[in-house]
């Protein structure tokens, strides 16, 4: 089974400064997807950015991107510019690849790191 | 589009009440789940269901039924309610061509 760990249960930021959430995963699977999904306190999950693991060149979004490290298991978020608005809960979530088989397509979730930004 | 609905968005029931949790999507997606998350935590998968007529169990199903007969439904039923299922409820959907999952607004249930 896939398991997801987020090692900061909390970050703080200064507005316009840059920050990295971290998370790590262990799978024995080599093709899978890795998201990062934002939780503000409306409680919707929204997705951030995804990546696919068959693919080396690092997801980007806007003033959103991350750093894959597949060989080190590890998938931080990195927000650039940071906005009062991105202060939320952020989830790193794993998908399998194959949709089918035993996984379905449902997401492993890591438990959250809560993000606040100082103006 | 509406996307993925949930009905109640909030709800009080006392131990051992019962109660079912609504999701309906029109994405014509094959795939559903029911997550929960506890305070402070993420998300973990109770059911989940790939195509009408066809469940099965996440990691945490004891307390729940669900049951599918349709592509757009997907109700989550909980008999003899115990605090231990406080928590937000969030309902899920996906393609098997699609390695996004769209989230309903989420349910917060609360049992006294």
């Known amino acids: 089974a896939q398991t997801v760990t987020q090692s900061q249960p909390e970050m703080s930021v200064q507005e316009a400064e840059t920050v990295t959430l971290s998370c790590t995963y262990d799978?024995?699977?080599?093709?899978?997807?890795l998201f990062w999904y934002k939780q503000p306190p409306s409680r919707q999950m929204i997705l951030v950015i995804r990546?696919?693991?068959?693919?080396?060149q690092n997801a980007t979004e806007n003033r959103f991107s991350v750093n894959f490290q597949k060989a080190a298991k590890s998938f931080s978020l990195k927000i650039s510019d940071s906005q009062l608005g991105d202060a939320a809960m952020y989830f790193c979530?794993?998908?399998?690849?194959?949709?089918?088989?035993?996984?379905?397509?449902?997401?492993?979730f890591g438990q959250g790191t809560i993000l606040t930004v100082h103006p | 589009n509406a996307g993925v609905t949930q009905t109640p968005k909030f709800r009080i029931l006392k131990i051992g009440q019962s109660m079912t949790l609504q999701c309906t999507q029109d994405m014509n997606h094959n795939y559903m789940y029911w997550y929960r998350q506890d305070p402070g935590m993420g998300l973990k998968l109770i059911y989940y269901?790939?195509?009408?007529?066809?469940?099965d169990k996440g990691e945490v199903p004891n307390g729940y039924n669900v049951s599918r007969s349709t592509t757009e439904d997907f109700p989550l039923r909980l008999e003899l309610a115990a605090p231990s299922q406080t928590s937000v409820y969030f309902c899920a959907s996906s393609s098997p061509l699609q390695e996004t999952q769209y989230f309903g607004p989420g349910t917060r249930l609360l049992v006294l």
């Open positions: 979530a794993y998908r399998s690849f194959l949709a089918g088989g035993t996984s379905y397509g449902k997401l492993t």
């Open positions: 990546q696919e693991a068959y693919k080396q």
């Open positions: 269901s790939v195509g009408a007529g066809i469940t």
């Open positions: 799978t024995s699977e080599s093709d899978y997807y």
